[in-house]
């Protein structure tokens, strides 16, 4: 019986990998047939890229939540000796050094060593500062284009965001206000989601925003929308998240951690540019209808 998990042909031919970036690329293409213990390890790879380049196999092995054979196995499916040889990838790429994890009392703990609360904001700021860069540097035009088409397309913009997302979600529905478009957030307020997707048309699109582990209420809106024949734009950490699976457009947004706390400042101005670029869209279309 043929093993499931044998190297693919294109992958044999292709390892070793010139870098991160093309041994992900042969991830993101094979990742379907995947089992579900490597389609966690996938993911886990294309969203922690940095973390991949310093954690060991145990470590990588736990955050995924399988055993430290499957990441060897993982590898070896993609035509690496093992898991070094994919650490060995990421440590060349690897831009910056990430926090530990831990507990919310733990990482607050972690700070009394910090200097003052003064070296504490500007490691705050610091690190906020390189995933903006990292988004400047990694951001698509045609991916950041066709979600502004998508949205200025859609009849009615609908917004779900939850958890950590919270507070993007709260954003847009402030700025999308501004415009013309319908909008409809399903803040989850009494969980009345279900009854408010009802008003939900075929067409309509809905903003997703949701980060590993993934909010399975945002998770449910969505597959709830889509079976509605709603066009779904994610704001995510990555292209094999469940919420990338089920999108028409995707955009990334990769915040990093100082002191184990995660930002939003990245996904923040992704959405303030996806709110100016629909803005500026539709004020083309209106002086188009109306010249002069």
């Not at 903003?207 to 066009?231: I, K, M, Q």
Request: hydrophobic share 50%; proline share 4%.
């Amino acid at each position: 019986m043929k093993n499931r998990n044998s190297i693919p042909m294109a992958a044999a031919t292709q390892a070793p990998y010139a870098d991160a970036d093309a041994f992900l690329a042969d991830v993101r293409a094979g990742y379907e047939p995947l089992s579900r213990q490597l389609k966690a390890i996938a993911r886990h790879v294309e969203a922690q890229r940095d973390r991949l380049a310093l954690d060991g196999i145990q470590d990588t092995a736990r955050q995924c939540e399988v055993q430290p054979s499957a990441v060897v196995r993982f590898a070896k499916h993609f035509g690496l000796a093992g898991y070094s040889e994919m650490q060995a990838l990421f440590r060349a790429g690897a831009a910056r050094q990430l926090a530990p994890e831990g507990g919310y009392q733990q990482r607050v703990r972690a700070l009394a060593g910090a200097g003052s609360p003064a070296q504490i904001a500007h490691e705050v700021i610091g690190g906020s500062i390189a995933s903006l860069q990292a988004l400047q540097q990694a951001l698509p035009e045609g991916d950041f284009d066709a979600a502004v088409d998508l949205m200025a397309q859609a009849p009615a913009l609908w917004l779900v965001a939850s958890r950590r997302a919270f507070p993007v979600g709260a954003y847009l529905a402030y700025a999308l206000q501004h415009t013309e478009k319908p909008v409809h957030w399903l803040h989850g307020l009494g969980h009345m989601q279900e009854g408010q997707l009802r008003a939900l048309a075929a067409g309509d699109v809905l903003v997703a925003v949701s980060f590993a582990p993934y909010a399975r209420e945002t998770l449910d809106v969505v597959e709830a929308a889509a079976a509605r024949g709603a066009r779904v734009l994610a704001l995510t950490d990555s292209r094999l998240s469940p919420l990338a699976q089920r999108a028409h457009a995707v955009l990334l947004a990769q915040d990093g951690a100082t002191f184990g706390f995660r930002s939003l400042t990245s996904t923040l101005c992704l959405a303030q540019s996806l709110f100016l670029g629909l803005a500026w869209r539709m004020e083309l279309a209106y002086k188009g209808q109306h010249p002069g």
